[in-house]
T-cell receptor
Framework: DGGITQSPKYLFRKEGQNVTLSCEQNLNHDAMYWYRQDPGQGLRLIYY???????QKGDIAEGYSVSREKKESFPLTVTSAQKNPTAFYLC?????????????FGQGTRLTVV | AQKITQTQPGMFVQEKEAVTLDCTYD???????LFWYKQPSSGEMIFLIYQGSYDQQNATEGRYSLNFQKARKSANLVISASQLGDSAMYFC??????????????FGEGTQLTVNP
């Protein structure tokens, strides 16, 4: 079955450590996205990528980094510079770049920093 | 500036009744798409319905319909015959056509819908 896989589902890390969240898709989608969701709030865009080896900052990119070396993969690293990293992280992808294409989401990773 | 506004943090509806979730948007781009997603307590985001800015008719998908009023810049979601499984968070989102926006999808704050038996 085609879809987007995020792993792990739950992640615990100590303060000051970098951590990488995995996102893989087998939908052959060009565009991929990372969103952050805090309790009771909407989704905020961290980074997005329209093609391999290219990505753009979203609204809250500080303290995060990404790479897009393969079309299927868009990992997100939460660095120690991110002041409040505990949140729910959602990865998404869309087939094209146009304004009419919907995004498909993974199951999310809940990161807790202690 | 907030591009997507959902003014109802929480809504309650009786099972089998219809409910309307409000969404207003702000854009100067003539080309845009509007999307509604459902997020159950499990956290996954489920795509429900899409409306394009040039579409003449309101979109419908099963029990979901979109009341699109372009002049008012509103795209309200109507759920008919509510079911207990409809209890979830609902998000309105927009994607603009302008080149500087790339392909980013912007979300509202969401509305928590509770269906009562």
């Amino acid at each position: 079955d085609g879809g987007i896989t995020q792993s792990p589902k739950y992640l615990f890390r100590k303060e000051g450590q970098n951590v990488t969240l995995s996102c893989e898709q087998n939908l052959n989608h060009d565009a991929m996205y990372w969103y952050r969701q805090d309790p009771g709030q909407g989704l905020r865009l961290i980074y997005y990528s329209q093609i391999v080896n290219d990505f753009q900052k979203g609204d809250i990119a500080e303290g995060y980094s990404v790479s897009r070396e393969k079309k299927e993969s868009f990992p997100l690293t939460v660095t120690s510079a991110q002041k409040n990293p505990t949140a729910f992280y959602l990865c998404a992808s869309s087939l094209g770049l146009g304004w009419s294409t919907e995004a498909f989401f993974g199951q999310g990773t809940r990161l807790t920093v202690v | 500036a907030q591009k997507i506004t959902q003014t109802q943090p929480g809504m309650f509806v009786q099972e089998k009744e219809a409910v309307t979730l409000d969404c207003t948007y702000d854009t100067s781009d003539p080309s845009y798409g509007l999307f509604w997603y459902k997020q159950p307590s499990s956290g996954e985001m489920i795509f429900l319905i899409y409306q394009g800015s040039y579409d003449q008719q309101n979109a419908t998908e099963g029990r979901y319909s979109l009341n699109f009023q372009k002049a008012r810049k509103s795209a309200n979601l109507v759920i008919s015959a509510s079911q207990l499984g409809d209890s979830a968070m609902y998000f309105c989102a927009m994607r603009e056509g302008r080149e500087t926006s790339g392909s980013r999808l912007t979300f509202g704050e969401g509305t928590q819908l509770t269906v009562n038996p």
